[in-house]
């Protein structure tokens, strides 16, 4: 079992800043992907950003240019610095991750952006 326990979520303005950080652990032989996905209220899951082990990356188009997404394979962790906040980016922020061609999911942490 691969355990993913995301943290950094929370209240901010709009114009602000937050870093979310998800942990793997468990049964890790070598982690694929990792990624940051989220969900608004009444809306679908959709992709925020992934990174390879290599550290390639893919991001969403509504904050390519806004967040960055970062890893640190030795911890097995995975960074999304989040900056220019705007409310539409209020959601649950789920991490994502592929181990041994198994996805795995977090619980989530919640971003509320207040206008």
């Known amino acids: 079992q691969v355990q993913l326990v995301e943290s950094g979520g929370g209240l901010v303005q709009a114009g602000g800043s937050l870093r979310l950080s998800c942990a793997a652990s468990g049964r890790i032989f070598a982690i694929d992907v990792m990624g940051w996905y989220r969900q608004a209220p009444g809306e679908q899951r959709e992709e925020v950003a992934s990174i390879s082990p290599g550290g390639g990356t893919r991001y969403g188009e509504s904050v390519k240019g806004l967040f960055t997404i970062s890893r640190d394979n030795a911890k097995n962790t995975i960074y999304l610095q989040m900056n220019s906040l705007k409310p539409e980016d209020t959601a649950v922020y789920y991490c994502?991750?592929?181990?041994?061609?198994?996805?795995?999911w977090g619980k989530g942490t919640l971003v509320t952006v207040s206008s």
């Open positions: 994502h991750a592929v181990v041994g061609g198994l996805d795995y």
